[in-house]
Each structure stands twice: as C-alpha cells, then as structure tokens.
C-alpha cells in the first residue's frame, strides 16, 4: 500500500476550481485532498505543495513548467483542470493533445508521477452539451490513456449524480461540499498500490526528448 511507502512529495497544481477572487482556503479541493491524504490513508510524514492559479490552462502549465512544477521537486504531481479548460481558445484538437503529451512527458522527466483530474461537470441548462467542450474533454481522456499518467474522472462521476448543491454559485467551481465530494472520488478512483509501483520506476529524473 501507499500509506508504507517513503515519505513523498505531492504537487497540487491547475486550476484552483474556485471563484477568481475567493480566499483560497474556502472551499479548497487542495484542503480536502491534503485531509483525505494525509489522515485517511495515514500519510502524516508527506509534503503538500499547491502551485495551482484560478482559470489556469494546461497550456500556461506547460509554458511555466519550471515556476510551476519543476523547482518544486515533486513526486506526484496531481492536475485538477477547470470547465475553462474545454472551451474554444482557437487551438486545433490535434495541437491541444500534443501540448498534453508535451506536458506529461515533462512531469515524467521530472521523476514524477502525473495524476489528471477532469472537470467537474458543470451545469448545462437545459440537458444541452456544447459539442467542442465534450470534444475536448475526450481528448483529456484519450491523451491521459496513452500516456504514463492516472486520470481521475469527476465530469463522469458528476454527470451521474443529482448532487447540484457540489457547485458554487457561478454553475461551475465547487461548492464546501463539492471540494469534499472531489476528493472522496479521487481517493475512490485512483488506484493507489499502482500508483506506488510508479513512483518507484520514477526515482530518477527522466531525460525528455
């Protein structure tokens, strides 16, 4: 299990999934992770460091890989992406999963492990998909299964559940409860005695090519 494997470092980075404006605290998928880490899987001798920014792309990730990942030395690097995130920024698909596969080759050659957490499903109105965010979302899907990364899937987890009293009041950052019912999926999803064995086969840094 991961609560006996060595001390580790795990990186909080992306999007805040919180108002732009709102103390960071409140709310904090980042606390409710740490709580959920640290006392419920008895990871008390563990760093948690959070370089996330409100409304931050994996793109403005990868262009601050240095500022935001790399000096931070981490072992696990967990990316929570934002509604933001899917919507139209004039990047074909093609060019958005090649900055993906870019970015996780670059936490791998970090020596790190990267765990991708999709949005949370936001609220639609009217049951009706914008059809280019829903192809987006497939290719942070489709770019986390061929690559070296674990994917926690929240939208999926969300779209099946009735629990609209998880979101805030702007329809799409996470409520007190939303934090809470985030971290409960991303410890129930991620497969931690697999995620060790990785952490172990990324002891040292990586060349990137």
């Known amino acids: 299990m991961l609560r006996s494997a060595p001390s580790v470092t795990w990186l909080f980075t992306g999007d805040t999934l ?33 370089s996330e920014a409100p409304r ?9 890989f240095e500022q935001r990942i790399g000096r931070f030395a981490p072992h696990i690097v967990i990316v929570s ?4 995130e899917l919507r139209a920024t004039g990047e074909s698909s093609l060019a958005f999963e090649r900055m993906f596969h870019e970015l996780i080759e670059r ?6 492990v990267a765990v991708i957490n ?64 985030f971290a409960d999926e991303f410890v129930r999803e991620l497969q931690l005695d697999e995620l ?3 952490i172990s086969e990324v002891d040292e840094p990586l060349p990137v090519e």
């Open 118 to 181: 999709t949005p949370p499903r936001p609220e639609m109105g009217e049951g009706v998909e914008h059809a280019d965010e829903l192809i987006r979302l497939e290719a942070i899907r489709a770019c986390t299964a061929e690559s070296p990364a674990f994917l926690v899937d929240h939208w999926d987890h969300w779209e099946q559940s009735s629990e609209l009293h998880w979101l805030a009041a702007d329809g799409q950052s996470l409520s007190h409860s939303g934090a809470k019912a």
């Open 196 to 198: 060790k064995h990785q």
């Open 81 to 84: 992406c934002g509604v933001e």
């Open 107 to 112: 936490i791998r050659g970090a020596g790190a």
């Open 56 to 64: 931050l792309r994996l793109r403005e990730l990868l262009d601050n």
């Open 18 to 50: 919180t108002l732009p404006g709102q103390p960071s605290e409140r709310n904090s998928h980042v606390s409710a992770l740490t709580h959920a880490i640290r006392d419920e899987l008895g990871r008390y001798d563990d760093a948690f460091i959070s």
